[in-house]
Each structure stands twice: as C-alpha cells, then as structure tokens.
C-alpha cells in the first residue's frame, strides 16, 4: 500500500511500550501525526524520534490522526484520556478509530466503546501479551475486541504491530483474556521466586536448579524469562512490579464478580502489593524475588 495512502496515525501515552510502537509504525511506513504523554518530556523525545509532533492537548491528536491508539497505565487514566467534559480524545472523534492497548478493567473498554459510538467514533481493544522487544520488533501478540467490522479497519495496522493476531469477541472479552493472561503469569513468576529462593537457602547452585526446572514440570516461559535475573538480581524493568499488582486485582476482582476464591491469585497480588509499598514497584516483576530469597531486599512486615 503507497504510504500516502496509510491512516495518520496518533499515539496516547508513549513510554516503554508506546515509544516503540511508534518506531515500529514509523519504520513500516506509516506517518506519526501526533504523540501525547503526560509527562511532556517523554512525549517530546518520541516526537522528535518519530517525526511526529508533540500534541499539547487530546483533542489535538484526534484532529492530526485518522487512527488513534493508546497505552495508558490504569483505569483512572482510561476514563481521563475518554473524559464526556473538557479536552478529550472524544473531541472530533467522528468517523476516527481508536485502538486501546492498556490492560485496564473490561467494563473500561465497554465503557469507552459507548463513549465512543455516542460521537461516531469507532473503539477497539488490542492487549498485549509481549513486551518492549516485541513491540519494537512488530511481533506483539494481541488479543483483540470490539465491533468486527473495527477489527477489519485495524487489522493492516495491527499486523505491522503483531505477528499474532486473535480476535476474541465483544468489547471486555480481550481485557477479561489478558487478565487471566497476566495473572497465571504472575502466579508463575512468584512460584519460581519461592522455588529459586529455597534452592539458595539449601545451598543448591542455581544455575543446575534453572537447568533441571527447565526439563521438568517445573519448566515456563517465566522461568525463560526471569530465572536468570532472578538468580543475578538483575531487575531491568520490561513488566514492572507495579503493573502486576495493578493486573493481579483486576484478576482477583473479575474472580470475586464471578463468586470465586482464588487463594493463589490473592496471594500474589498481596506479594506485589508488598513490593509497592516496600518502593520496589518500579522493578520489574522479576524483582519479587528480592522478597523470597534470604538475606535479600528490604525487611517488610507482611
């Protein structure tokens, strides 16, 4: 397709995962209109990466872009980017798609499709299950929902974005996939923290433990992952603590909507709640193990 011919494209929110989306975008042909952060430095240094401007205000990425997609941290920034008053995204949303990348509640993304559709807009939701690699390389894999007709405008953008597109249903159903996505995760991650904690404190070389782990039951892609930093102690952040606290209650919360007890969720979203108080939430979630492994981290009261 002649890249005169491709939708301008807006990005919303462009730190870790954003940043690079834009790259992406940029490098596949596609024209950055605008990029909006709420932390302007950060939107000025992608802007000046991606040819882009730098947006002062919502309302000034809807009127320079024909697609605008976000990736917001959490509920309360959803509902702000979407706000019915004031400077919005809903602003000029007429006849313009927006494609929402946040793992944020389900009932946010059914919400944001109605406040969409009441201006003729169109909303989807693309999550993902990768990371900043993937997102700079175009191989995300992304659950998405929505109108079908919204995933078929999307999808010649969404696969430069993805090597793996999965259609799920109506608006929610992706955000309900993701996170079960991100709690099984997280429940793997805490699992092999405490697995590698105690092969430490047995005085078994951590190195052969990761070896057996990874031809065993014990085997993951966490412990792909994060076994190796885990042992290191290097925390470098790709999923940081505090998003997998924020996920983990999404899961535990969708869980007590549905009349369930998950002991081993809660659990872990207690441990990453532990994390964020400890000021340790900006580690990535590999940095749990700095509470399981002895003589390690800071001492907390659990």
Known sequence: MPEDSLPVIGIVGVGRMGANMALRLRDSGYRLGAVYDARPETADAVAI????????????????SDVVITVVSDDAAMDAIYAETGDSLLVGARGKLFINC???????????????AAQGGASLEACMASSITQARQGTLYLMVAGAPEAFERAKPLLEKLGSSLRYIGPA??????????????????AGLAEGLGLGDAL??????????????????????????????????????????????????????????????????????DRMVAAGLGELDKSGIAELTFRGRGPQIEA
């Not at 509640?105 to 919400?111: I, L």
């Not at 929610?172 to 991650?189: D, E, F, R, W």
Request: charged share 15%; glycine share 6%.
């Open 102 to 116: 946040a793992t944020v509640t389900p009932a946010v993304h059914v919400e944001t499709e109605r406040r969409l």
């Open 172 to 189: 929610g159903s992706a955000a309900q996939v993701k996170a079960l996505v991100n709690m099984v995760m997280n429940i793997n991650t």
């Open 203 to 272: 005085g078994l070389d951590l190195t052969t433990l990761r070896e057996v782990f990874a031809q065993t039951g014990a085997n993951s892609r966490v412990l792909e992952t994060d076994g190796e930093d885990m042992q290191n102690r290097e925390h470098d952040v790709y999923f940081s603590a505090a998003h997998a606290a924020k996920d983990s209650h999404i899961a535990t919360a969708l869980a007590a909507g549905a009349g369930l007890t998950l002991p081993l969720a809660q659990a872990t979203a207690a441990q990453y």
């Open 49 to 64: 990466a991606s040819g882009a401007a730098r947006a002062q205000t919502l309302a000034a990425v809807t009127a320079a």
